[in-house]
Structure formats: structure tokens, C-alpha cells
């Protein structure tokens, strides 16, 4: 179990009235499966340039983690300008190998890609009647895909803010992402807090002034520190004792609040 930060304990915090969470690596597992849907991508690309070597997983990591896909591919092709010229083959690729390895873990293993401690609170914390959004780079169509394999009803997911990656135009570690869920939810951000799992997330929720509740397993427990998570735990379980049982009405958002913003 990771330890508190002691000047930042549940006694000496207000009860927040709104949990913003990030989704991939915090609620589902599928930033690896990107990583190879990356790393497969890159080499079959490869295969037409002699003199080029395909990044190492870590490498790929690195990139991906925390950022949207089209943002990671941006500084991808940035750092080597002739794969511009396959941009469009490199996305249906991607696109390819990811959704073909999610089909296949939705169909003979679900339990790989849920993050079932974080999902029990998350849904604990919805029908309590926190105000409950989701902050992530991924796109909105996506982000209410992993939310149906919850087990939450179409009216339940209704009370979820979903800012995606069509949301805004600076993805993490820029604070946009958190400032645009601040803003449609009509809160300060000390009466929030953020539940992430990488370094960019985290960074991107303390430039927005928000506590963070950090994850480890994207991250160790000592990066996540570093980029400013007060709180750090090795599953959401441990987080249970954080939230009393609330007594609000529940806030119901809707989606033409959010203006849709071009991709990066």
C-alpha cells in the first residue's frame, strides 16, 4: 500500500464534490495494446525504408502514454518527417491492429482490459451522486464504448461528463483537457479531485490546480510524486474511505456543452 502524503489526508482535505478521472491505464487496460498496435504499425511501414530502425517498446511507451493517439503520432512523425507521407496508411494500421486485439480480449478475456477496483468505485461514486467526468485522450465515441462494458445503463452514463480528445486542441500534459471539465461542470478546482495514472495526466491536472490521486502502475509511486500527485495508491481500493457516502443530486451534463474541437 502506498502512504498518503500526511499534510494531505482525508482529514485535512474537503470532501470533493466532483471525481475527474482519466480513463486508459486508470479504468481500462488498453494503453499497451496501442503500444503494439504502434510498434506493429511502424514495422509493417518499415519494411519500405531500409535505413530505418522502429522505436523500442519502451520507446513507444514513452510517447503514447498519456497523450491522445493522433498527438503521439504528431511528434512521431515530427521526429522523423518521411513517415508524413504514410500518415494516413500509419492511422488505418493502427487502427487495424488495436481493434483486433481489443475484439479478441473483449471475446476470451474482458478481465484483461477492466480495471475492476477502480470500475466498483466509479460506479459507487455515480450513483452517490458525485459529479463524476472522465478527462482523457481518447475520443468521445470511445470513451462511451469502455463505459457500456461497466454495466452501466445508457441513463447512468448520461450523468458522466466525457471530455475526449474532440474537446480541446492542447491535449495533456497541458492543462486544457481539466480546465475544459471545470468549466462544463461548473466547479473550483478545490472541489475536485483526479484520479490519473501517468505523468503526463498528472501534469496536466496540477497545471490546472487540481489534487491528484495518482495510480501506480503506468508510473512507480515516486514519479507520480514528482509530477505532483499528493495522494498515491496501488489500487482504488484503498481510496474507498476518501469518499463518504453523498447525499447531492446528480449532475447531468450534456454534450453540446462541449464544443467539438479538431483532432491533433
Not at 518499415?46 to 498527438?71: C, D, F, H, K
Not at 503506468?218 to 482504488?236: D, H, K, P, S, Y
Amino acid at each position: 500500500m502506498c502512504e498518503e502524503d500526511p499534510q494531505n489526508t482525508p482529514d485535512n482535505q474537503p470532501i470533493p464534490k466532483a471525481v475527474l478521472w482519466d480513463m486508459d491505464g486508470t479504468l481500462v487496460r488498453t494503453e499497451e495494446l496501442m503500444v503494439a498496435a504502434f510498434e506493429e504499425a511502424l514495422k509493417i511501414i518499415g519494411q519500405s525504408y531500409q535505413s530505418y530502425t522502429v522505436p523500442t517498446r519502451e520507446q513507444l511507451r514513452q510517447l503514447i502514454v498519456g497523450r491522445s493517439n493522433l498527438a503521439a503520432l504528431n511528434i512521431l512523425i515530427a521526429r522523423t518527417p518521411f513517415l508524413g507521407s504514410e500518415r494516413g496508411r500509419l492511422i488505418e494500421l493502427i487502427d487495424e491492429n488495436f481493434n483486433l486485439s481489443f475484439e479478441l480480449l473483449l471475446k476470451y478475456d474482458l478481465g484483461q482490459i477492466l480495471i475492476m477496483p477502480s470500475i466498483i468505485l466509479f460506479k459507487r461514486l455515480l450513483h452517490e451522486g458525485y459529479q463524476v467526468a472522465i478527462v482523457s485522450g481518447s475520443s468521445r465515441e470511445d470513451i462511451q464504448l469502455y463505459l457500456k462494458l461497466f454495466n452501466i445503463s445508457s441513463a447512468d452514463i448520461q450523468k458522466i461528463l466525457i471530455v475526449g480528445s474532440d474537446c480541446y486542441v492542447k491535449g495533456k500534459p497541458d492543462p486544457e483537457p481539466y480546465n475544459t471539465a471545470l468549466k462544463a461542470l461548473g466547479v473550483e478546482p478545490s472541489e475536485c479531485i483526479v484520479i490519473e495514472d501517468s505523468e503526463h495526466g498528472v501534469t496536466s491536472a496540477t497545471r490546472a490546480k487540481l489534487r491528484v490521486c495518482g495510480l501506480v502502475g503506468t508510473c512507480t509511486e515516486q514519479q507520480l510524486r514528482a509530477c505532483g500527485a499528493t495522494i498515491v495508491v496501488e489500487t482504488l481500493a484503498e481510496m474507498e474511505h476518501y469518499f463518504p457516502e453523498a447525499k447531492m443530486k446528480h449532475y447531468s451534463p450534456k454534450s453540446a456543452q462541449l464544443s467539438r474541437r479538431a483532432k491533433l
